[in-house]
């Protein structure tokens, strides 16, 4: 309950920031991370944890030695992630993951998952992530976002080799889930 009390005033002083005014189910957390092969993922990467809905379960199916760096913009969800899961770093923008994955010295994600609403973003910062999201993900990396709407589907098919759309009606509200793998075109 206190999670959803955060989200829904984050969600009311900045909508534009915050895409929902409840944290994502654990079924969607659930359908969105069965595609991750864990053994395999040595380096991942969230966008947008908010609370950390995903984090906690990212959490516990990372290997001990993955490298897991958290990047949220609001600073009170920042803090409530970095009480909830001390051991993790996070970082502020996501218009800046190349730069962070070479400070922390990480090479490039095997696994990228956003909550980031990017239907509520102007179009030069979603391309601005998005394109930061391509230049960082390994080869054959997994990019995993969710979306209220299909608006993103044609720009993630432009962009990545591969997407498979699924969906899912156990959340408020329902959700559109993109799976996308790097990848020549």
Request: proline residues 5%; aromatic residues 12%.
């Amino acid at each position: 309950m206190a999670d959803f009390l955060v989200f829904l005033r984050r969600f009311i002083a900045e909508p534009g920031r915050v895409g929902s005014i409840t944290p994502s189910s654990r079924f969607l957390c659930e359908r969105m991370l069965s595609r991750v092969n864990w053994d395999k993922a040595n380096v991942i990467m969230e966008l947008g944890p908010g609370t950390g809905a995903f984090t906690q379960r990212i959490y516990q199916n990372i290997c001990p030695d993955a490298r897991y760096v958290l990047v949220e913009r609001d600073a009170q969800f920042r803090t409530m992630l970095q009480s909830r899961f001390p051991d993790v770093m996070i970082r502020e923008e996501a218009t800046m993951l190349s730069h962070y994955l070479e400070e922390l010295k990480l090479g490039q994600a095997d696994v990228i998952i956003s909550g980031l609403p990017f239907a509520n973003f102007p179009k030069e910062l979603r391309e601005a992530i998005l394109e930061q999201v391509q230049s960082v993900l390994a080869p054959g990396g997994l990019f995993i976002t969710f979306q209220y709407s299909l608006q993103l589907q044609a720009e993630l098919q432009e962009r990545f080799s591969w997407v498979e759309t699924d969906f899912t009606l156990l959340n408020i509200p329902p959700a559109f889930i993109y799976t996308c793998r790097n990848g020549q075109k």
